[in-house]
Structures are given as structure tokens and as C-alpha cells.
């Protein structure tokens, strides 16, 4: 598949590049892509949730009744769950959410991500660029000249320079992501990938090395 190369000011450039067919042009396994992004979600998760079992509320043992004649059940600890203050009965507790994923799922997973968003159209391969200073609008300007105002969008380079990263952080639209680093969520979770020519050679360098 052959994509038009297109400058950061959305113009083209004249020239075309090859998408890897291995890595943008598969079958989809939307099972896989379901088991990654799944993982990913869980392991963002703390885990730290904890509610107070019996033992560990404090509150007196003295008996609150008197055992028989208040027409109520027999009750000889304020400390359970039936009372105002007491524990919580089967509460949550500390635990992971940890999902393993295999390598090769993991991988299959991004190349149909990959393979959704080229078939879709929604894959854009810019030149290489840095800002020279750390402005939101010169970023905005970059943003606006591809036509992706208001659009979620992931722009992924390759050793982006502290000025384009803090350039960015301020469009709530807009994120940007290393390409050695480029996960299955953020793949899934955006309308346009935009991606720099450097960064697509390391993505496709770093699937030729697995």
C-alpha cells in the first residue's frame, strides 16, 4: 500500500512511501486486539482498594443488649456489618489485575491496529520536524494544517525534542508518543495516527527484530 508523503504544514510533498504489507497490511485478528487492550487497561489499575474487615475496627466489646426482651436479634459486638460504623462484610481487598498477554498476541494485536487505521484511511505519514521553540500555537498551526482540529489524534516520532513535547501537552486532542513506545491503546483509542517518517521506519524496524 502506497501513502502520500504530506509536509507538517498539511501540504504534499510529491513523494509516496511503501507500507510493510507484514505490519499494515494483515488480516485483523480482533481477538487479539480485545486480549491487548484489555491487559493494558488492567494494568493501570492500583489494585490498592481495602474496606475494614471485623478485627480491624475499633470500636468497644461491651454488649450494646441486653441478651433477651428487646424483640431484636441477639447482638453482642458493634463491630459487624449490620451496625452503622461497623465492617463491611465481603469488602474488596488489595490484589493486581495483572492479565498476561503472550509477546506474539501482544504484536499480532498492533500490526491489525495498525492494519484498521491504513485500510480505514486514517494513517498520515508527515515529514520529519521539530519546533524550534516550545509554543502551543506552533504546534496548533501543525495540528490545523493536516485538518485534525477537534480530532483525537496521535502523533508518533521518533526522539521528539522537549519543544515539540511541550508544544503539544496543552491540545487536549492531541497526544504524542515515541515509537518505541507506542502502545495497542493508544492506537485504538485515537481517529487519526499520524505518524513521521523516522517513526515508521523504527516501527517497522523494531516488528522486523521480534
Known sequence: MKVKVL??????????IDLNDEIFGIEPNDHSVYLSVKSFLAAQRQGTHKSKEKWEVSRTTKKAFRQKG???????????????????????????YVLKVNKKVKDLAKRSALTYKAKDGNLIIVEDFN?????TKDFAAVVNGLNLKG???????DGAD???????????TVSVSEAKSLNIFEIMNCKKLVLSETALKSLESNFSNN
Not at 509536509?7 to 513523494?15: I, L, S
Not at 452503622?84 to 465481603?90: E, H, M, T, Y
Open 131 to 135: 519546533l524550534a521553540a516550545a509554543k
Open 7 to 16: 509536509g507538517k504544514d498539511g501540504k504534499e510533498t510529491g513523494r509516496e
Open 162 to 172: 522537549k519543544n515539540t513535547l511541550l508544544s503539544a501537552r496543552n491540545l487536549p
Open 151 to 157: 480530532t483525537k489524534s496521535v502523533f508518533v516520532l
Open 70 to 96: 428487646t424483640g431484636g436479634a441477639r447482638r453482642g459486638s458493634m463491630k459487624v456489618s449490620g451496625v452503622k460504623g461497623g465492617a463491611r462484610a465481603f469488602g474488596p481487598k488489595p490484589h493486581l
